[in-house]
């Protein structure tokens, strides 16, 4: 059976008591996420709520013509899933992993049970989910009002803050389509954040070398 302290790597679960995470761990599974797999469509019942590790998830609103842009973005401060406990059984966005790595997977039925009980762990997720519509609504006005070399900047810093390391592995053509811009203008946005020395670009693989330089560059989101 799994460990607490195991489940406790996700931020919100390890904010649970310690009680509360015990009574759960029975019903939790370790998943591995890979890159582009698709954890829920537009539309769709979801079965499981997904809590990352050192995954991230990409949450799309995806259009008629199958052009999409990225609302939110989830790691392990979060949960993939907040439609099933919010009170709908589907979900209007597509959840995409972004950055492979490992999860840990609940029936969607037993945390609404849990959240129905109005424990710790509704109020966490409730808190939570005031946190995920705020980071949607910034991302609505950051797509809106700044420059796309200011969105990949935004974008680079919310991906590190989600993974242990200062590594991305992400095409140019998969940035364009979270940030709803045209590839070149990613390819030029990713050439002077390069030229500049922030970062290094090299057939997907994105290496941040400058941090406080992108911090710098960023816009107010």
């Not at 790691?75 to 099933?84: A, Q």
């Not at 490992?102 to 424990?119: M, V």
């Not at 935004?154 to 590190?160: A, E, F, Q, V």
């Not at 095409?171 to 390819?187: F, P």
Request: with cysteine.
């Amino acid at each position: 059976m799994l460990e607490p302290t195991v489940l406790q790597q996700n931020a919100l679960l390890g904010m649970l008591p310690r009680e509360e995470l015990e009574s759960l761990l029975p019903s939790f599974e370790k998943v591995t996420l890979t890159l582009g797999q698709s954890l829920c469509e537009s539309g769709q019942q979801m079965s499981h709520v997904y809590f990352p590790i050192d995954a991230i998830v990409s949450l799309l609103c995806v259009m008629e013509d199958g052009a999409s842009t990225e609302i939110a973005v989830v790691g392990h401060e979060g949960v993939v899933g907040v439609s099933l406990f919010m009170g709908g059984e589907t979900t209007p966005s597509r959840a995409i992993v972004q950055s492979a790595g490992t999860a840990y997977r609940l029936k969607g039925h037993l945390l609404k049970n849990e959240f129905y009980r109005a424990g710790p762990m509704q109020r966490l997720l409730l808190r939570y989910t005031q946190a995920l519509l705020t980071q949607m609504a910034q991302t609505a006005v950051c797509n809106r009002h700044h420059s796309v070399d200011q969105q990949l900047c935004r974008w680079l810093l919310l991906s590190l803050d989600r993974l242990p390391g200062d590594k991305l592995v992400m095409t140019q053509e998969l940035i364009a389509n979270m940030l709803g811009v045209r590839r070149e203008g990613v390819t030029e946005s990713a050439g002077k954040l390069q030229k500049a020395g922030l970062i290094s670009y090299n057939r997907g693989h994105i290496t941040v070398t400058d941090r406080p330089g992108l911090e710098d560059r960023v816009c107010e989101c």
